[in-house]
């Protein structure tokens, strides 16, 4: 091929505009496309204040107009912000003389106008599932949201390829939509590394004295204070750590479980010991992270587990409980500590066992280190995706596609 | 000439009057030396079928099979639409040289279709959902609204049937008045009206 490699990159979110994790994903991902030679296209929803079209590290990225007047209800909102995105991305294609080699959409927020443009310009088309209906709402429990499954299955169906970010999500989607295996493809999320080696020679004690004694261990939680995160697993096990080393418990986040978490803590009395913060800014953040003697991801449910690779770009050991994305991301006893999930005894085997031991925590917080600069560095990611781009160009251009168009 | 006609109803599917009126329109096309394919939707007759008139028939149905309204259904029923359009196009060496959308439903797949590979098209008129909703504003309404609004905008041109519609099609979305065309309903001469539009429309585009 003498001309780069191209591709169109619809998303419903991209920074400035953060709603979820699919806003940072598209941001590293495309970033490091780019990187690798690789011209993309993101087409995306308008925000105020950005600009309809930038330029972002190589990156062409447009901000299409998202349909503002009232709408019936989300989903009827989401395929009419379609309509002007497939409009505007038929629109770009065409004034590049439809040059642009493949599409790839991202969840159903952006299902039909990939779809659409797909049959339309004939080109390979990608989607990457991060999350499902099914999944988020454990069921599917009326016709409006087994509408948005069926719509997620009809993009898994139309893809060449279907990209998932962790084992645990293939085998979900497996299951969901009934994809044959060979369809599936695993490329994890990343954690941008740099944000942590920024400062690292910094010295922390005195930030430290604002969380802790000198004397105290910090077991740090980072994440939402709902069911599903398992924080109140991480309080439980606070008594039972505490009888064997002498710590303190930072707890980072709000959510709907902060009073009934602090009425556990009041109780037991230990007040003293459990310091909710609520939400706090990327930097205070990363010192955290970076300051914390085990990091703790106690989660009941979780599809990826991204938090646990911060901790362990910010070298702090992580105990984390052995289901979905986590079970894969950590090695036991090799790059961290696995527990049964929703067990606080053995929630406070892991934690003790790292802070009881530092020779050992030492070992799996290096190894982890290792392994995030490995496995889920966003360079080695962008290169994975280019190869997958590359190989589904290999076989598209034997398609009867790619012969009727020459 | 070769026209593809999108419409949501077509014999046997009959919802309204607009079936009859697009099988009057296809037919005749087809007799006065116009290939025509029609697009429309059927929910267990998908596929290609060559009608005995010579009208090239293509059903396609919804992927989506449970919905919550009107709306949603026809908005992911466009992306099929889309793919049969690019399916004719691409089979007959890109020659298609107008889109026909009969009424809002399909106009989302027209717009692209344009936008995409540059087949202009005209937007017929059977009713506007200020007529069918009587005025009512909710966002359900205000959707079917604009998305009428872009058919009007993106359109080449409009084709209504009484001179009645033109005013309402004017008041009602401000349309440029030289864009609004009537041709009636008679089954003997409207279709070489319709071709003679079609015709002024391909001349504007060249």
Redesign the interface.
């Known amino acids: 091929m003498s001309r780069d490699l191209s591709v169109m990159m619809f998303s419903w979110e991209y920074p400035p505009r953060i709603i979820g994790g699919i806003s940072p994903h598209i941001y590293y991902l495309s970033k490091s496309l780019a990187r690798n030679g690789v011209k993309v296209y993101v087409i995306t929803c308008d925000f105020p204040g950005a600009p309809a079209h930038e330029v972002v590290d190589g990156v062409e990225v447009y901000r299409i107009d998202s349909y503002k007047n009232p709408a019936p209800d989300f989903a009827t909102w989401v395929y009419l912000m379609n309509v002007n995105m497939q409009k505007e991305a038929a629109t770009i294609m065409r004034s590049l003389g439809g040059r642009i080699d493949i599409f790839h959409a991202h969840d159903w927020l952006v299902a039909t106008a990939g779809i659409g443009l797909k049959h339309v310009f004939r080109k390979p088309f990608f989607a990457t599932v991060h999350s499902t209906e099914i999944g988020r709402r454990n069921g599917i429990h009326s016709d409006y949201e087994r509408m948005i499954h069926e719509t997620e299955a009809w993009l898994t169906y139309e893809a060449w390829k279907v990209v998932c970010c962790s084992d645990y999500m293939v085998q979900h989607i497996k299951w969901a939509f009934g994809l044959p295996t060979d369809k599936l493809m695993m490329i994890p999320n990343g954690v941008n590394i740099e944000a942590y080696k920024k400062n690292e020679k910094e010295d922390l004690a005195r930030f430290r004295k604002k969380y802790a004694l000198p004397e105290e261990k910090i077991v740090l939680f980072v994440g939402r204070l709902v069911y599903e995160k398992g924080v109140h697993v991480l309080v439980n096990a606070a008594p039972k750590v505490l009888e064997k080393t002498n710590a303190k418990f930072i707890i980072v986040g709000n959510g709907y479980m902060k009073d009934q978490l602090l009425n556990i803590v009041n109780s037991t009395g230990l007040a003293h010991k459990v310091m909710f913060t609520g939400f706090v800014d990327d930097d205070t953040l990363r010192k955290l992270q970076r300051c914390a003697d085990v990091s703790v991801v106690p989660s009941l449910f979780e599809p990826f587990g991204i938090v646990a690779l911060e901790a362990m770009a910010a070298r702090s050991p992580v105990v984390v409980s052995d289901t979905g994305g986590l079970s894969e991301i950590i090695n036991h006893d090799v790059d961290g500590v696995k527990v049964y999930t929703g067990n606080p005894d053995s929630l406070a085997w892991g934690i003790t066992r790292v802070l009881t031991n530092e020779q050992y925590a030492n070992t799996i917080r290096t190894n982890a280190y290792q392994k995030i600069l490995e496995k889920y560095n966003w360079e080695r990611i962008g290169q994975q995706t280019k190869n997958l781009y590359e190989n589904v160009l290999a076989e598209h251009s034997k398609s009867f596609w790619a012969q009727k168009a020459q | 000439m070769q026209a593809i006609i999108l419409s949501w109803e077509y014999p046997p599917r009959i919802v309204g009057q607009l079936s009859d009126y697009v099988k009057t329109l296809a037919t005749q096309l087809v007799k006065n030396q116009t290939k025509t394919y029609v697009i429309t939707y059927h929910d267990y007759l998908a596929g290609e079928y060559d009608e005995p008139e010579g009208v090239k028939t293509i059903r396609v149905t919804n ?7 009107v ?2 259904w026809v ?2 029923l ?2 099929e639409v ?2 049969a ?3 004719v196009y ?1 089979s007959t060496d890109k020659q298609v040289d107008i889109i026909d959308v009969q009424d809002w439903h399909f106009t ?2 027209a ?3 344009k ?4 087949i202009p098209f005209i937007y017929s008129i059977e009713s506007l959902e200020e007529h069918r909703s009587r005025g009512a504003n ?3 309404n ?2 079917i609204k ?2 009428e609004w ?1 058919g009007m905008y993106e359109a080449e041109r409009l084709l209504v049937k009484s001179d009645w519609m033109r005013n309402e099609t004017i008041r009602i979305y401000k349309v440029p008045p030289e864009k609004v065309k009537i041709v009636p309903f008679q089954p003997s001469s409207m279709a070489k009206e319709v071709l003679e539009n079609y015709r002024d429309v391909l001349e504007e585009d060249r």
Request: charged letters at 10%.
């Open positions: 992927p989506v099979r449970t919905h919550i309204g709306l949603t908005l992911t466009n992306q889309e793919r359009a690019a399916n691409y989302p797949a717009v692209t279709l936008k995409a590979l540059g909710s966002a359900f205000m959707a604009s998305i872009l």
